[in-house]
């Protein structure tokens, strides 16, 4: 299997001649995208690790065409936030893209996404307001407004997200049931290291100390979680539990919050489908994580 980058002119790919195309324009991801009886859509920042080829993996079956984007999109990060210094490692990622068979890689810079001022922009409900939209103030109305241009460039007709962004897939699902899109999506279960820490592209951020940290975040989430499938109702005493243990440690947590699953709202007597939500500073480092509960 070879690599080629795709440009509008470039000729078909026939069926005996695979390539995966790395394209950099709407107008020749298009035309690339013209022959392909359907496709199911990726959408990646780079910097891949297992988890995002976990995501392939469950894509590829879904579709004659797998389509993955890499696009570092300003509109989600905050002023403060790692826009600047987030890992960008495009060979590596697409070294990896293609040994995952992945057909179509698709790698705009700014300008083809924003050719001009984004001045409509998708506004998620109060949804958007809450717990990681509390402390990244516009962060989901950037994601929603990306996903909604890059799934009108690729017109999927599925598109995976991994549960660790728990939020993040609420609000998208949400925005394209209410905007009636031809889109399902697929969620996937958080990939893990061994020792239990969500992976994520920003885990290289840790220090050495830090990473042998790390894990306590999921093993403090998942006693949280046998307390409530122990019938535990003292919500916000867990929650307390566990940003004292973490900050007893060193860590800064933002929230850790026991919510319902259908619209992290608090949840009433006898919700039997929980997720415990958490995301705290560790260093100079963001760490997010989450688990469902299924009481009953």
Same mark, same amino acid.
């Given at each position: ?13 026939? &069926? #005996?001649?695979?390539?995966? &195309?790395?394209?950099?324009?709407? %107008? $020749? ?14 959408? #990646? ?66 300008? %083809? ?5 984004? #001045? ?5 409900? &109060? ?30 007709? @599925? $598109? ?19 905007? $009636? ?13 061994? &020792? ?13 100390? %830090? ?27 867990? %929650?307390?539990?566990?940003? $004292? ?16 699953? @259908? ?34």
């Amino acid at each position: 299997m070879g690599c080629r980058v795709s440009f509008f002119e470039s000729p078909p790919t026939t &069926d #005996t001649d695979k390539f995966m &195309d790395i394209i950099h324009s709407v %107008e $020749a991801l298009r035309e690339r995208l013209k022959r392909e009886p359907n496709n199911v859509f990726v959408p #990646t920042m780079g910097n891949l690790h297992k988890g995002h080829i976990e995501l392939i993996n469950i894509a590829k079956p879904r579709a004659a065409c797998t389509v993955v984007s890499i696009f570092v999109n300003r509109l989600q990060f905050g002023p403060r936030e790692d826009f600047d210094r987030y890992p960008r490692t495009l060979k590596a990622d697409c070294d990896n893209l293609e040994a995952a068979g992945v057909d179509v890689v698709f790698v705009p810079d700014e300008r %083809e996404i924003y050719p001009e001022p984004q #001045t409509y922009i998708v506004e998620p409900p &109060d949804l958007q307001h809450i717990l990681d939209g509390a402390i990244r103030p516009g962060h989901f109305r950037g994601v929603a407004t990306v996903v909604l241009k890059l799934f009108n460039m690729v017109m999927p007709h @599925s $598109a995976i997200f991994g549960k660790k962004d728990y939020q993040q897939c609420l609000v998208l699902n949400n925005m394209v049931r209410q905007l $009636a899109l031809p889109i399902e999506i697929i969620l996937a279960e958080t990939v893990r290291a061994k &020792d239990g820490l969500a992976l994520s592209s920003r885990n290289s951020y840790l220090t050495t100390g %830090e990473r042998q940290e790390a894990p306590r975040l999921y093993r403090l989430l998942g006693k949280s979680r046998q307390e409530l499938l122990n019938g535990a109702v003292d919500y916000q005493r867990i %929650e307390l539990d566990v940003m $004292a243990d973490l900050a007893h440690h060193g860590w800064k947590p933002d929230y850790v919050a026991v919510r319902r699953q @259908s619209d992290l709202l608090p949840p009433v007597n006898g919700e039997k489908k929980l997720v415990v939500l958490a995301a705290a500073r560790l260093g100079k480092t963001r760490l997010i994580d989450n688990v469902e509960v299924t009481r009953g």
